[in-house]
């Protein structure tokens, strides 16, 4: 006789444990989140500018705004413009990553990634996470690109994405992400919208065990664009 092992995301199909938590805790965590929203919103309605400068103490900034909001009213268009933080400055990737790295966090993973085949598993701490960043980073400006340029991203969900994305941010670049199932011409209409200057795509992408060709429809678009450049990962 023999027994056939049911393993991978199969296996939690059938999961029929239950766990009893204590008759008081529910009421308990309701309560108390309830009283912490409760007096947040409060003074958010209260005193938003004071509110929101006290949110904004949560990240580290280059320069310290000094107003959280500023907007102007369009009544004749009914068009509302709000600017907020507007004489701050601070940089995304550096509130992912560099502030964490004096930190016991550097050793703390940042991304748990997991492929389609079972063994597939990348794990990135916060320090290895900001050496890659970094890294990709200087790829991007060897390749002239600089604070204020467009980069479109086109790749599967892997790491490498995430990383693409804070590199961009960390040299003030602005990306664009394109979702990898986009044919040629969808890609390419996103890059010419957003005048993108480079392009960031993979040979290939693993979707329900099926591999699909991005680098050959990434061609198909670089075509349509002619002030691209492309970059292979």
């Given at each position: 006789m023999s027994e056939t092992k049911n393993t991978g995301i199969d296996s939690y199909m059938g999961e029929s444990r239950k766990f009893h938590h204590h008759p008081n805790l529910q009421k308990m965590l309701i309560s108390s989140l309830w009283k912490q929203y409760q007096q947040m919103y409060d003074e958010s309605?209260?005193?938003?500018?004071?509110f929101w400068l006290k949110e904004a103490e949560t990240l580290d900034w280059y320069k310290k705004p000094t107003k959280s909001r500023e907007y102007t009213w369009d009544t004749a268009n009914q068009i509302i413009d709000i600017k907020w933080f507007k004489d701050g400055e601070l940089n995304v990737s550096y509130n992912c990553l560099d502030r964490h790295l004096s930190t016991w966090r550097k050793n703390k993973a940042a991304i748990i990634w997991q492929g389609e085949p079972e063994d597939d598993v990348k794990i990135y701490t916060y320090?290895?996470?900001?050496?890659?960043?970094?890294?990709?980073?200087?790829?991007?400006?060897?390749?002239?690109?600089?604070k204020g340029d467009r980069v479109a991203i086109y790749l599967p969900m892997i790491p490498e994405?995430?990383?693409?994305?804070l590199a961009c941010t960390r040299i003030g670049a602005i990306h664009s992400i394109v979702f990898g199932g986009f044919s040629a011409e969808a890609l390419a209409t996103?890059?010419?919208?957003?005048?993108?200057?480079?392009?960031?795509?993979?040979?290939?992408?693993?979707?329900?065990?099926?591999?699909?060709?991005?680098?050959a429809t990434a061609d198909q678009a670089v075509k349509e664009c002619q002030a691209l450049r492309m970059s292979l990962l």
């Open positions: 309605i209260n005193d938003p500018d004071k320090q290895e996470l900001h050496r890659e960043v970094c890294k990709f980073a200087n790829v991007l400006k060897s390749k002239g690109v600089k994405l995430a990383i693409a994305m996103r890059i010419q919208d957003s005048d993108c200057k480079i392009l960031i795509t993979s040979n290939v992408s693993l979707r329900a065990g099926k591999s699909i060709g991005l680098k």
